[in-house]
């Protein structure tokens, strides 16, 4: 049988950016089930604040393929 790499995400932190393929990711508070965050281009002037739970952040970054810039 063939191993299959299973890759782990770092726990999500205030403050860590994530970069996907055309967007960013900022984590600006976590609490117990839920993480406020912005979600923009790179280069967007205004970005809302969203806030979702932390099973469905985790579940996006993967879905999507996230790498942690800064953390």
Do not use: C
Not at 14 to 32: D, P, S, T, Y
Not at 41 to 61: F, G, H, Q
């Amino acid at each position: 049988m063939a191993k299959t790499k299973v890759r782990q995400l770092k726990p999500l932190e205030e403050g860590q950016i994530w970069r996907m393929a055309e967007l960013n990711l900022k984590v600006e508070m976590v609490g117990k089930l839920l993480v406020h965050y912005k979600l923009a281009k790179p280069d967007a002037v205004r970005i809302p604040n969203l806030v979702n739970s932390k099973a469905t952040i985790e579940k996006y970054l993967k879905k999507n393929k996230a790498v942690l810039m800064r953390g």
